[in-house]
């Protein structure tokens, strides 16, 4: 079988590398004999390539092995095209009145109704797709947010409407495609162990140990975390700052490093292994990132949210049992106090924590037994 596995893959992001692994191994479980291809385009052939040429052949160190890898530009066939994971179907962007025009139209119409469309445009075009195949499933992702005048809207909703199944990660991905029959609600595909228990120890850190994962542009000196970082540190805790993705955390990594080390992926210099294993020596995560909750809670970690976003809300119904004996959101300026009590509820935490990982990784499994 000839298989194209696609998603945010060679960008250097933490999350999605983790997510291609899980992705791969699944395929190669489940179809041993199978030739994998993998879909990442970040190359030259983007507008926003600002990476050195062949930079996402760290693939091949992660995956353990070298496969073809192609972008939007290769035109090809496929028995099967696996989609694993991620948020790659929303645009917050705004392109104008006309596309909110657009979209309200097509906010009218159906699933299948839009696909007929989109077929009668390509054949009186003659615009065929790039990449065809036999059969198109995607699991483990998120759809929205849109923006209400989004340029891509469209062309998600397509390729949303050409899949054969999708098992989505949270209730508002759901929500908006559940008029599609193919869609079945699961989770996470991180929260699948199964799939790379390999890479971080069953013991936890019990240690006051604290670990901050921030992103993009956040100031640290605001919400308090600088202060209470620095505090923190000189009454003997042990403090860590991550970052996901050192091209969008770029602004942020510049001015934490100013007080601390920040422990960036860079996936051309060390394993996800060596990676998570850092991460796991934090007892405590404050977390902007969906993955560092998720990550966090599978290693043992307790997560709590830094920030509020659509994402992160999404993300906080995977946390029943957790989110609604103890709030996971940070609502105030982070201080010594707050992490001192924090630490006092660990071991209840992790309890909690544990019951809703063991949920999510069943929802998860039912889902992937459900399509193979």
Known sequence: MNILLKGYYGFGNFGDDLLMLISYRILKEKYPDSSITIFSNNTENIKEFRNKTDYNNYIFKIIGEKVPLIDWTVQAHFDLIFEGGGGTYFDSTNAGWLYCVRNRVINKLSFSTLKKIDTFLRTITNKKRRVSYDKRIALGIGIGPF???????????????????????????????????????????????????????????????????????????????????????KSGWDVHFFAFDEAADNQYINECKKYFKVETWLPHEISLKKYILQLQKCSILFTERAHGAIVGSV?????????????????????????????????????????????KELESRKLLLKIDVAHNNSLVSNSIKFVF
């Open 299 to 343: 290693i043992g970690c307790v997560p709590y949210f830094i920030s509020s976003s659509y994402k992160l809300n999404q993300i906080l119904s995977f946390f029943n049992s957790t989110a609604d004996k103890k709030n996971m959101v940070l609502k105030t300026s982070l201080d010594t106090n707050t992490v001192n009590n924090l630490y």
């Open 147 to 233: 923006n209400k005048s989004s340029k891509n809207y469209y062309s998600n909703l397509i390729d949303l409407s050409l899949l054969d199944f999708i098992m989505v990660r949270d209730k508002a991905s759901f929500n908006f495609a559940e008029k599609l029959k193919t869609i079945k609600l699961g989770g996470d595909l991180a929260f699948f162990t199964h799939y790379w228990s390999d890479l971080f120890k069953e013991t936890s850190s019990e240690l006051k140990s604290i670990g901050f994962i921030l992103k993009e542009n956040t100031k640290i000196n605001e919400l308090g975390i600088l202060k209470t970082a620095l505090l923190l540190k």
